[in-house]
T-cell receptor, first 116, second 112 residues
């Protein structure tokens, strides 16, 4: 597709439920980022991939959060045993990658997770 | 200390005035700097990038970078109500695998 696609756009989960959020980046983009954005806050870094390699996962809040990008394109962010504090918008962004002329990130529309 | 710091605001300016937004960063190895605009309920979109010390102008927007002071700013001239949004400063950390970190954002309101 022309842009970064995220699904689902909205997810309501009961506390304790597992959720999976999908990101389909722009074709050919090497770098892929996941951010968590709480209401009124800036995007908080979660994790970062170059192709299939997860280079940095230091922002994942706990071991309940897991991300993968097995073939270097589509990525999935999984949250196990969701808690109310996980409620946020999860933003995925992609870019051409290191060495490109621009480091511009292209964002998806986000997945809004509400944990009841 | 957060990697990227911004005044959270809110910042309110009258229509036609200059809005000044500021950002500091902690990683001296950072090489690339970006300003994103985020309208309420929408995703961030890039408005300016700057890579070397000095000023960079694009229409009503001017980005300023001072690497020695680890400081980036964005000036918006002739502010319009449509400029009302949250402005996010982002820093690409070249020596951390080129990851991208954002500030908390400054909410700008331009009053007609």
């Amino acid at each position: 597709g022309a842009g970064v696609s995220q699904s689902p756009r909205y997810k309501v989960a009961k506390r304790g439920q597992d959720v999976a959020l999908r990101c389909d980046p722009i074709s050919g983009h090497v770098s892929l980022f996941w951010y968590q954005q709480a209401l009124g806050q800036g995007p908080e870094f979660l994790t970062y991939f170059q192709n299939e390699a997860q280079l940095d996962k230091s922002g994942l809040p706990s071991d309940r959060f897991f991300a993968e990008r097995p073939e270097g394109s589509v990525s999935t962010l999984k949250i196990q045993r969701t808690q109310q504090e996980d409620s946020a918008v999860y933003l995925c962004a992609s870019s051409l990658g290191p060495g490109a002329k621009t480091g511009e990130l292209f964002f998806g529309e986000g997945s809004r997770l509400t944990v009841l | 200390q957060k990697e990227v710091e911004q005044n959270s605001g809110p910042l309110s300016v009258p229509e036609g005035a200059i809005a000044s937004l500021n950002c500091t960063y902690s990683d001296r190895g950072s090489q690339s700097f970006f300003w994103y605009r985020q309208y309420s309920g929408k995703s961030p979109e890039l408005i300016m990038s700057i890579y070397s010390n000095g000023d960079k102008e694009d229409g009503r927007f001017t980005a300023q970078l001072n690497k020695a002071s680890q400081y980036v700013s964005l000036l918006i001239r002739d502010s319009q109500p449509s400029d009302s949004a949250t402005y996010l400063c982002a820093v690409e950390r070249v020596y951390n695998n080129n990851d991208m970190r954002f500030g908390a954002g400054t909410r700008l309101t331009v009053k007609p």
